[in-house]
């Protein structure tokens, strides 16, 4: 006979009163198992004594999945599924193996629901924050239609690229903070080591300081407490800037412009734009999703605002009878290849497929500008930093002239 242990819960009985206490099993699955049968649903679940091993959850740091964990378990659930394994056996083990705390919890309770009878698109849209909407509205499409595993592997194949995107973007702006970080770094050490010493050689052959100069000694001096208020500064815009793009629809949208209107950047962004909304738009209709809930699925995953925007006026005129090419021409953020390409799928019901091409052809474009972004900003950055601490050496040699004309008068 298996040896048993204690289990603590939490949960709720068949009258909806939340109840407290303790159940012996030979595991959680068998303890969750022995709760239902006595009519009781728990909520958590955790073995008697190990109330210190329980993971602390520190907010804003490892409380999020990371699109490679999601796109790893996207790709083993739709494989698992495909061989004919059953989804609560998939679930436990893929909660097993996962190394991603927030992704195995969440697939913990997911088991949990879908062992009581809950579809499983309905438990993976309780974890929000773990499952993006589009994962649960394939997954809900897979369902109504019997080809999970089909809409498992499309939404591993869309992940898949979201990452490979995502990391060609991290490539190309990783050189360029590598380069401003250094640049404030150096620009600190400057005025903390470098300034103090030519300060006392000033002070020792006499004269009066070029204003420039002045600056920097004077900013030398008073490092002790700028230093700190610039990191604070800097710590409490982020802090601001996060919980305005999460609150506010009207920042989120301001932020995106500005991102699609930027000189260098804005290239890019609008491509990459263009590639998830294709990307997301041609699988959400290649599984059944409805136009009209496809529609305002993609405005929100895509990750930017202003298509978020277009996508719910588009909403409107395709639901007065107006084909979705007509009213996506009102809005400029859609190069017109991509609505010609549109009004072509449109024309021959191959939408899907014309959206997976034009996808395709935004994925080759990112790739292309991220190259050219990286090769072109490379010089920019190395003259940026020569500028800066050049600029500050010159400060620095200012005064010599100055000291060099009064010794020639004397």
Known sequence: ???????????????????????????????SHLLRQRGETPLELMEAGQGLNREISIPGFGNKVKLKDLAVFARQFATMTASGMSLLRSLAILEEQTGAPPLKKALGEVRTDVA????????????????????????????????????????????????????KIKSALTYPIIVLGFTFVLIAAVLIFIVPIFEDMFKNLGGQLPAITQFLVDTSHNMGWIGPLVIGAGIAIASVHKRQLRASDEYRLFVDRTKLRMPVFGSLFSKLAMSRFSRNLGLLLNVGVPVMQALAVVGETTGNEVINMAMKDVQSAVRDGQPMSSAMRHHKIFPEMVTQMIEVGEESGQISQMLDKVAD???REVDSAAESLTASIEPIMVLVMGAVVGGMVICLYLPMFTIYQNIQSN
């Open 1 to 31: 006979m298996p040896a048993t242990k204690t289990f603590q819960y939490e949960g709720i009985d068949s009258t909806g009163r939340k109840i407290k206490g303790t159940v012996e099993a030979a595991n959680e699955t068998a303890a």
């Open 116 to 167: 009581g009878g809950v579809s499983l698109s309905s438990s993976l849209a309780k974890h929000d924050k773990v499952f993006p909407r589009l994962f649960v509205a394939m997954v809900r499409a897979g369902e109504a239609g019997g080809m999970i595993d089909r809409a498992l592997e499309q939404v591993a194949d869309s992940l898949e690229k979201d990452t490979a995107l995502r990391g």
């Open 361 to 363: 052809f935004y994925d």
